[in-house]
């Protein structure tokens, strides 16, 4: 009785979320860099899952999640330490200089997992970032500005929980929840089975 209607209710929010095109949606992944609980989701389900769904999401990575600026940047607060700080830095560093989607998604797998160096620099390497431009980035008013770009976007969501997982711009905490458990299965039902690789 419960799961049949919380499939019913899946059903009629995922139909509120209107695709980009019949078979895209965006996904925003507000997260952290050193959060468990983002390490898991990102290993457990975004990576099984990337291949399958890859033609038809457009993802984009907001690493901030609970920290918070002190003085416009003067310098910044973060629920797990002064490292994850740092780290979320580097990753807006070097996603700004990953335009493909195939290497951003490889390079967050890359870092966002639990044998990771976690300072970051690593997984910068293995991406074919510049290590250079992006420590300019990290030392320079550009990531500042990039995680304040961060911080904004995330206070524009109810975030409660890292990692949230937000389609099409639309916060949604029944969707966030399901593609917490099944991501695949959440944009299987928002896209009304539609591709190939729900069926």
């Known amino acids: 009785m419960c799961r049949a209607f919380s499939i019913l209710v899946l059903a009629i929010v995922a139909a509120s979320v209107a695709p980009l095109k019949a078979d895209q949606l965006k ?28 033609d038809h999401i457009d993802i984009e990575f907001i690493p901030f999640g609970k920290a918070r600026s002190i003085n416009g940047g003067e310098s910044f607060e973060c629920q797990h330490g002064p490292l994850e700080c740092e780290g979320n830095m580097v990753q807006s560093c070097a996603l700004s200089k990953l335009p493909e989607q195939d290497r951003q998604v490889s390079y967050v797998g890359c870092q966002m997992n639990f044998d990771a160096d976690p300072r970051g620099w690593e997984c910068v390497f293995r991406s074919g970032v510049d290590l250079v431009s992006t420590q300019s980035c990290v030392e320079s008013v550009q990531g500042i500005q990039l995680q304040l770009e ?10 409660s929980f890292v990692p949230t997982i937000v389609f099409n711009d639309q916060f949604d905490q029944q969707l966030t929840d399901s593609a917490y458990r099944d991501f695949k299965g959440t944009v299987c039902q928002v896209l009304n089975n539609a591709i190939a690789a729900c069926n």
């Open 27 to 54: 996904v925003t992944l507000f997260y952290e860099h050193l959060c468990p609980d983002s390490i898991r989701w990102v290993t457990n389900e975004l990576i099984p899952s990337y291949n399958d769904l890859r």
């Open 150 to 159: 961060a911080e904004r976007r995330t206070q524009q969501i109810p975030l």
